[in-house]
């Protein structure tokens, strides 16, 4: 199964029929909310950079469900208690001389 492109996250909000309210109001159409928006847009970008082979092994991982590659973003983690797996080039992976 190939991963979702940010146009089919969008289309897969849109088929969910949430009920939201913000407000105290309820948001008819949530992905298309002039609040909500930008940051469904902000997270529909990782969708399209996890399609980009320049940023695969920063926006990528495999799925401990399915073996399949899938977009990091929304990866569950594959137990509750287990600690996240540092990508290489973060700060959890560098070292720095720091004096004591």
Do not use: C, W
């Not at 909310?33 to 950079?49: C, F």
């Amino acid at each position: 199964m190939p991963m979702m492109t940010a146009e089919q996250y969008e289309d897969s909000l849109r088929n969910l029929n949430l009920v939201v309210y913000m407000f105290g109001k309820r948001v008819e159409n949530v992905v298309d909310d002039p609040i909500i928006r930008p940051s469904m847009q902000a997270v529909a970008k990782t969708y399209d950079m996890a399609q980009r082979p320049e940023h695969e092994d920063l926006m990528t991982a495999t799925s401990h469900i399915t073996g399949h590659k899938i977009n990091r973003t929304p990866k569950i983690p594959p137990h509750p208690q287990s600690p996240a797996t540092p990508v290489a080039g973060t700060p959890d992976q560098q070292t720095s001389p720091v004096s004591a």
